[in-house]
């Protein structure tokens, strides 16, 4: 059985198709799935989200290291709760983003060279046309 997943990172977004390699029973004693829930999640042989998001929190502190010449410390003088209110916004900006373009995929530019590969139609992408160049190379790609 294999499922076709996106994953996201600060690295950029990769979707692809991964073998899955076991389907994983509830745990006992937690709460049977009602209508509308996701299934639990399904072993596969990614790496862990937490050990990506080690990894993650790395880099932000070296970048914030470099652009501001210290980490993170509390007492720094900026409001905490402001900037993590703010920050949580953005972040609910873009998980409303990412759930309107995967249900809305044809408004997308991947809805649309996925159009373009299945009718061989030039890709057009909000009016705007994609040199033949970069078409190419796309279909290039889409052939790996």
């Not at 709460?31 to 639990?40: L, P």
């Not at 937490?50 to 070296?62: F, G, P």
């Not at 408004?107 to 299945?118: A, F, M, P, W």
Request: hydrophobic share 30%.
């Amino acid at each position: 059985m294999r499922r076709r997943i996106r994953a996201l990172s600060a690295k950029g977004s990769i979707t692809g198709v991964v073998p899955v390699t076991e389907t994983i029973p509830p745990p006992a004693g937690l709460r049977q799935i009602r209508e509308g829930d996701q299934n639990y999640p399904t072993k596969n042989s990614l790496p862990s989200m937490h050990e990506q998001a080690r990894q993650d929190l790395e880099a932000r502190k070296s970048l914030g290291i470099k652009r501001y010449g210290v980490a993170l410390q509390p007492a720094n003088g900026r409001d905490a709760i402001r900037d993590g209110y703010e920050e949580a916004l953005d972040g609910a900006a873009y998980g409303a983003q990412a759930v309107w373009e995967q249900d809305n995929p044809q408004e997308t530019y991947i809805g649309c060279l996925i159009e373009s590969l299945k009718t061989g139609q030039p890709l057009n992408f909000r009016g705007r046309f994609v040199p033949e160049s970069v078409q190419r190379l796309l279909k290039d790609w889409d052939k790996r």
